[in-house]
């Protein structure tokens, strides 16, 4: 099975900062990989697909990037409504595995 | 739009049964693979279980293999989880999604509570 490491899995920023989440695969994925963000109570929400694809209505500060092994996700500048739990997700196919998450709360 | 609405959570005692429902609309319901995922109090997610369009392959997770069994029903565009042999550690928020293959669609959830 492939597993999804996620880093950090807690992270602590200001509104205006730019976050970056790192996401390695036990083996290569490219291109499917994905990120989800989740609040509190709510489904998770889809940001980016193909490692870097925009999920359409998701703000452009969100960006993705990566390839093989190892994958990023940035926020160029930090929102209020961004404070959450991001995952990323590989679907290559059976089984799909999730990251641990990283919560990314107010500083 | 896409919608998918679960059902069927609630609180069961441990090695009891419970039936979640998806009823899916807005997409061509046999077309698509369908998906639930979990999430358990305070974690993180977990894929369950996968059936194809056509229903000719389903897969498990691990943890559930020979106690749970996807299944969904075309006329009625509703997937569904049968869960036998609940354990302490099924509890969780069980979520419905659209194979897309992306996950880019997910219902609300449904909370199941395994406890004596």
């Known amino acids: 099975d492939i597993q999804m490491t996620q880093s950090p899995s807690t992270l602590s920023a200001s509104v205006g900062d730019r976050v970056t989440i790192t996401c390695r695969a036990s083996?290569?994925?490219?291109?499917?990989l994905a990120w989800y963000q989740q609040k509190p109570g709510e489904a998770p929400k889809l940001l980016i697909y193909k490692a870097s694809s925009l999920q359409s209505g998701v703000p452009s500060r969100f960006s993705g990037s990566g390839s093989g092994t190892e994958f990023t996700l940035t926020i160029s500048s930090l929102q209020p409504d961004d404070f959450a739990t991001y995952y990323c997700q590989h679907y290559s196919g059976f089984p799909w595995t999730f990251g641990q998450g990283t919560k990314v709360e107010i500083k | 739009q896409v919608q998918l609405v679960e059902s069927g959570g609630g609180v069961v005692q441990p090695g009891g049964s419970l039936k979640l429902s998806c009823a899916a609309s807005?997409?061509?319901?046999?077309?698509?693979?369908m998906h639930w995922v979990r999430q358990g109090p305070g974690k993180g997610l977990e894929w369950v279980a996968f059936?194809?369009?056509?229903?000719?392959?389903?897969y498990y997770v691990e943890s559930v293999k020979g106690r749970f069994t996807i299944s969904r029903d075309k006329s009625n565009n509703t997937l569904y989880l049968q869960m036998n042999s609940l354990r302490l550690e099924d509890t969780a928020v069980y979520y419905c999604?659209?194979?897309?293959?992306?996950?880019?669609?997910w219902g609300q959830g449904t909370l199941v509570t395994v406890s004596s």
């Open positions: 059936i194809r369009n056509d229903e000719s392959s389903k």
């Open positions: 083996q290569s994925i490219s291109p499917w």
């Open positions: 807005g997409f061509t319901f046999s077309g698509y693979g």
């Open positions: 999604v659209k194979d897309d293959p992306v996950f880019s669609y």
